[in-house]
């Protein structure tokens, strides 16, 4: 199954080093079949897309509970792969599933990366994700500004230069 995994880069940057890694309690987003029933319309990329920016999302929640890395850009990113041995979880929201284990770089189709641009964006999200999952409506305008930003698409084999460039 086609996943889309929310990594820090801090994340991307090991699973280069060390060829595999595990995602975070397992969580990643697909297009589910609970997903394709919430939509009246839409096509396999249109719900990609979906399962894409939630996996964004779920990606400034672990940069703020992670923190910022010093050494690297605060910037979101998500890794997409094709992986077997995935549990659905639609009692968690629509696209979400479980990793049975670890990902290898093999597994790896292409990762998603924010821009410089994206930054103070991102930073200003990190700061008040929690508000805006509880409602308040300046925290969502300043998370969904930084999901405004598109993400730039890396292929496999540029992570490396992609993390000697940070």
């Known amino acids: 199954m086609r996943v889309y995994i929310p990594v820090t880069l801090a994340m991307l940057a090991a699973l280069v080093s060390d060829q595999t890694m595990h995602a975070r309690s397992g969580t990643a987003f697909a297009v589910t079949p609970t997903l394709r029933e919430s939509y009246a319309e839409g096509d396999d990329d249109e719900l990609a897309e979906v399962a894409l920016r939630e996996a964004a999302m779920a990606s400034i929640r672990l940069l703020a509970v992670e923190g910022p ?50 930054e103070a964006a991102v930073a200003a999200a990190m700061e008040v994700i929690d508000d805006a999952d509880l409602g308040d409506e300046d925290a969502e305008l300043t998370v969904g500004d930084a999901q405004d930003h598109d993400l730039a698409w890396y292929a496999t084999q540029e992570l490396p230069f992609l993390i000697d460039l940070l």
Do not use: E, I, Q, W
């Not at 659905?88 to 979400?96: F, I, T």
């Open 69 to 118: 890395d010093p050494s690297l850009p605060t910037r979101r990113a998500v890794l997409v792969a094709d992986v077997d041995g995935v549990t659905l979880r639609p009692d968690l929201d629509d696209a979400v599933v479980r990793l049975t284990g670890p990902v290898a770089m093999s597994d790896v189709v292409a990762a998603y990366v924010d821009n410089a641009d994206a």
